[in-house]
């Protein structure tokens, strides 16, 4: 698989359905099954969000995108829980939480399409060939 961005895309979609799942479910049994697919299309969309920063990023270039990548996952799970106490206050608690992956994805979703992320291609992406060459090189004058 080359196209990273849209496993990305593929992989929330389905994240927000588990959730929908869990959340609208009153079997056990679905909600369990919400929260593995949910789980599991976690860590799928966070193998190919790796492989593509690991692919991608030159090495001089990481240490400042993973400032703000950490500014990312370090205020994303605080405001979700703000705004989930919230939409629980103003509405109920068992509509707030398949409410936020279902209005989230569908919003990110929709915004992805634009995004160049999407069309990531690996094996046309110039920074990726950049990235590979420089290894190359490197493995070359160790030698």
């Known amino acids: 698989m080359h196209r990273y961005g849209r496993a990305i895309v593929i992989a929330a979609a389905l994240w927000g359905l588990g959730i929908a799942l869990f959340g609208y479910s009153s079997s056990l049994w ?56 919230v939409m629980a206050a103003w509405t109920t608690l068992r509509f707030s939480s398949p409410s936020r992956s279902g209005v989230h994805r569908i919003g990110r979703c929709r915004r992805s399409r634009a995004a160049p992320t999407v069309s990531f291609d690996a094996r046309t992406d110039p920074h990726v060939a950049e990235v590979r060459e420089m290894r190359s090189g490197e493995d070359h004058s160790e030698s």
């Open 30 to 85: 679905l909600v369990l099954l919400g929260l593995a697919v949910g789980g599991g299309r976690t860590r799928f969309s966070g193998i190919f969000r790796t492989t593509m920063w690991n692919e991608s990023i030159p090495p001089e270039m990481r240490g400042r995108m993973a400032g703000i990548e950490m500014i990312s996952y370090s205020l994303g799970p605080t405001a979700g829980q703000f705004r989930a106490g």
